[in-house]
């Protein structure tokens, strides 16, 4: 590993480069590619905490010793796990744990083989599946913009209230105050296929929603992480 902390392709994907003033430094957060990073980590668990939503783990890989978090699930102190690509986080206050840390990684999953196994469903502890965006076939909704006319017109609609339907087929809970739900309709442009919309909002994977939010883009969280595009404070609608 070329440096344990430099990671994140773009989610809901992101390459992160840290300790950077330079905002062109900075790598652009991309919804469809978010969770691509195919660089591989082998860890052993020195330490786990249960943090509710998520599992806390203390890990050690390659004689450095990190953080990282990834959705609740149950692991082995001492034993040896893997994951793919991640994302950094610096300065991260867990609530649960009372807790803030300096550097933390979330990772989708962990697992106990080198090799990711292959998955024919969406789950929500697993990337995007790509073969069930390209058989998702959601209808309009009334007055609303489907992804692929969103991703087309970014430019002219950054800024507008926007409504937007689609199935759910990634979420992110409670990080930074907010749900970070991604979304897939059956359309794209230019191989973008899915939407991350931010909201206070409670679903679930495999839901179809409809969201009226704020388009933004290129919207900079800091140390490092932009967005491409966005659809913020989602407001879910009937």
Same mark, same amino acid.
């Given at each position: 590993?070329?440096?344990?902390? &430099?990671?994140?392709?773009?989610?809901?994907?992101?390459?992160?480069?840290?300790?950077?003033?330079?905002?062109?430094?900075?790598?652009?957060?991309?919804?469809?590619?978010?969770?691509?990073?195919?660089?591989?980590? &082998?860890?052993?668990?020195?330490?786990?905490?249960?943090?509710?939503?998520?599992?806390?783990?203390?890990?050690?890989?390659?004689?450095?010793?990190?953080?990282?978090? =990834?959705?609740?699930?149950?692991?082995?102190?001492?034993?040896?796990?893997?994951?793919?690509?991640?994302?950094?986080?610096?300065?991260?206050?867990?609530?649960?744990?009372?807790?803030?840390?300096?550097?933390?990684?979330?990772?989708?999953?962990?697992?106990?083989?080198?090799?990711?196994?292959?998955?024919?469903?969406?789950?929500?502890?697993?990337?995007?599946?790509?073969?069930?965006?390209?058989?998702?076939?959601?209808?309009?909704?009334?007055?609303?913009? $489907?992804?692929?006319?969103?991703?087309?017109? #970014?430019? $002219?609609?950054?800024?507008? $209230? =926007?409504?937007?339907?689609? &199935?759910?087929?990634?979420?992110?809970?409670?990080?930074?105050?907010?749900?970070?739900?991604?979304?897939?309709?059956?359309?794209?442009?230019?191989? #973008? &296929?899915?939407?991350?919309?931010?909201?206070?909002?409670?679903?679930?994977?495999?839901?179809?929603?409809?969201?009226?939010?704020?388009?933004?883009?290129?919207?900079?969280?800091?140390?490092?992480?932009?967005?491409?595009?966005?659809?913020?404070?989602?407001?879910?609608?009937?």
């Amino acid at each position: 590993m070329k440096n344990t902390f &430099k990671l994140f392709t773009v989610l809901f994907s992101v390459l992160v480069l840290f300790s950077c003033k330079d905002k062109k430094e900075y790598s652009t957060i991309n919804d469809a590619t978010a969770t691509d990073n195919n660089e591989l980590h &082998k860890v052993v668990i020195i330490e786990s905490k249960d943090g509710g939503t998520y599992t806390y783990l203390n890990v050690e890989e390659d004689g450095n010793k990190y953080w990282m978090a =990834i959705p609740n699930t149950e692991v082995k102190t001492g034993d040896t796990y893997y994951y793919d690509g991640g994302m950094l986080m610096e300065d991260f206050e867990s609530k649960q744990l009372e807790k803030t840390f300096d550097k933390i990684i979330f990772a989708d999953n962990i697992r106990t083989t080198e090799k990711a196994p292959v998955q024919k469903e969406v789950n929500p502890h697993t990337n995007i599946d790509t073969t069930a965006v390209v058989e998702v076939n959601i209808e309009k909704a009334e007055n609303g913009t $489907s992804l692929e006319e969103l991703f087309t017109n #970014k430019k $002219s609609l950054s800024g507008e $209230s =926007i409504i937007v339907r689609g &199935k759910v087929v990634k979420l992110n809970k409670e990080i930074l105050d907010r749900n970070w739900v991604h979304i897939v309709d059956g359309t794209q442009f230019e191989k #973008k &296929k899915s939407l991350t919309v931010t909201t206070k909002e409670m679903v679930k994977i495999g839901d179809t929603v409809t969201f009226k939010g704020t388009v933004v883009l290129e919207k900079d969280f800091g140390k490092g992480y932009i967005y491409d595009i966005l659809l913020e404070e989602g407001e879910l609608i009937n």
